[in-house]
């Protein structure tokens, strides 16, 4: 074998080298924009759960935004409407629980996309502690009333898990 011979295989080796680089970097920056966006979501999932726990923790904004809406003859939402006839609330009442379930919500919606990637046993509980949540009459019928308005993906997934034997 002669140096020009081993030149040769010294430069296939060298383009071989180059393509496994290409290829795992394209791996890495794949990796790297599907973790930026779970985090983008999560962040984007906490802050919504942040402003909606602000109202539950402070009643007043809650009565607040009552007393502004009413002001300005806003039209109560579907979901407001079906919480005080069916169950009796007042207004007010009406959407405490509404923003309650809308942060429960937020935090099931951004736990929902990663449940495939959870141990069996983290899997197991957070489809049986959803099954029981959404079990319960008024966390269910807020669910079927609001699920409109909910990620489609999050809803296909509890529904699915409803359609369940427990």
Same mark, same amino acid.
């Given at each position: ?9 010294? /430069?296939?080796?060298?383009?071989? @080298? ?5 290829? $795992? ?14 985090? #983008? ?15 539950? %923790?402070?009643?007043? #904004?809650?009565?607040? $935004? ?13 979901? #407001?409407?079906?919480? %005080? ?8 009442? @009406? ?5 309650? /379930? ?30 029981? $949540?959404?079990?319960?009459? #008024?966390?269910? %019928?807020? $669910? ?19 359609? /369940?034997? @427990?």
């Amino acid at each position: 074998m002669n140096w020009e011979e081993i030149g040769a295989i010294g /430069q296939v080796l060298g383009s071989v @080298a180059v393509f496994v680089t290409i290829g $795992y970097l394209a791996m890495q920056v794949s990796h790297t924009r599907q973790e930026a966006q779970r985090n #983008l979501a999560k962040v984007s999932s906490d802050t919504a759960q942040e402003i909606l726990l602000a109202q539950l %923790m402070h009643p007043s #904004l809650n009565a607040t $935004y009552s007393k502004a809406y009413a002001r300005l003859s806003v039209t109560l939402s579907p979901v #407001l409407r079906m919480l %005080m006839e069916r169950a009796g609330l007042t207004e007010e009442e @009406a959407r405490l629980v509404n923003t309650h /379930q809308m942060a429960w919500w937020q935090h099931r919606a951004a736990v929902i996309p990663n449940v495939a990637a959870m141990p069996s046993e983290g899997r197991i509980s957070f489809e049986k502690v959803t099954r029981n $949540y959404f079990g319960d009459p #008024l966390r269910r %019928m807020w $669910y079927e009333e609001s699920k409109a308005g909910l990620h489609p993906e999050s809803v296909r997934y509890v529904d699915n898990l409803l359609a /369940q034997p @427990a």
